[in-house]
T-cell receptor
Framework: GAVVSQHPSRVICKSGTSVKIECRSL??????MFWYRQFPKQSLMLMAT?????????EQGVEKDKFLINHASLTLSTLTVTSAHPEDSSFYIC???????????FGPGTRLTVT | AQKVTQAQTEISVVEKEDVTLDCVYE???????LFWYKQPPSGELVFLIR??????QNEISGRYSWNFQKSTSSFNFTITASQVVDSAVYFC???????????FGTGTRLQVFP
């Protein structure tokens, strides 16, 4: 149980375009999902907390207008990187709250490359 | 403020050696959770263990064991008789009692050579 999927697993886009990444909880409902970013050989940095039906809470230093997060249902959260630039190239990982307050189930990640 | 420190950036061992990965944390919460995750080259995080702050018993799971010491704010991870498949980046993480936010350490890259 507790499977989280991400789509796409890899995406290459041109500078200036927008990219949407989906995060789905496949066999459970998640009122809270999290988005992380990981640069090569670095740790995971929390970008934002996504709550179903409300606005996401962004961590300090993360641009809300650049990283649009939508959590429209209990099983789906999306992260849209708007007007992507090469410095946005990274590994984006989502996780979903399993409902017990201390468990997070991680997706397999999406590798974004902006050319 | 919460913080997780993994001082070992990279460790290399030869197969069958035992290896310990260190984790030191800082928190003002009296109740908190500690985690270890494995990230193989594929990138997907693999959950290894969760420990709550009230449970200081050491845990063993096969070749893996964890030593939680509140007195030194450490939660170290030992792999016994390491194998090549253990090669990965290992992250220690911390969350507070009333929050789902995970604070990750910088990770330790373990390379096990045959």
């Amino acid at each position: 149980g507790a499977v989280v999927s991400q789509h796409p697993s890899r995406v290459i886009c041109k500078s200036g375009t927008s990219v949407k990444i989906e995060c789905r909880s496949l066999d459970f409902q998640a009122t809270t999902m999290f988005w992380y970013r990981q640069f090569p050989k670095q740790s995971l940095m929390l970008m934002a907390t996504s709550n179903e039906g409300s606005k996401a809470t962004y961590e300090q230093g993360v641009e809300k207008d650049k990283f649009l997060i939508n959590h429209a249902s209990l099983t789906l959260s999306t992260l849209t990187v708007t007007s992507a630039h090469p410095e946005d190239s990274s590994f984006y990982i989502c996780s979903a709250d399993g409902g017990r307050g201390y468990e997070q189930y991680f997706g397999p990640g999406t590798r974004l490359t902006v050319t | 403020a919460q913080k997780v420190t993994q001082a070992q950036t990279e460790i290399s061992v030869v197969e069958k050696e035992d290896v310990t990965l260190d984790c030191v944390y800082e928190t003002r919460d009296t109740t908190y959770y500690l985690f270890w995750y494995k990230q193989p080259p594929s990138g997907e995080l693999v959950f290894l263990i969760r420990r709550n702050s009230f449970d200081e018993q050491n845990e063993i799971s096969g070749r893996y064991s964890w030593n939680f010491q509140k007195s030194t704010s450490s939660f170290n991870f030992t792999i016994t008789a390491s194998q090549v498949v253990d090669s990965a980046v290992y992250f220690c993480a911390l969350s507070g009692y009333n929050t789902d936010k995970l604070i990750f350490g910088t990770g330790t890259r373990l390379q096990v050579f045959p």
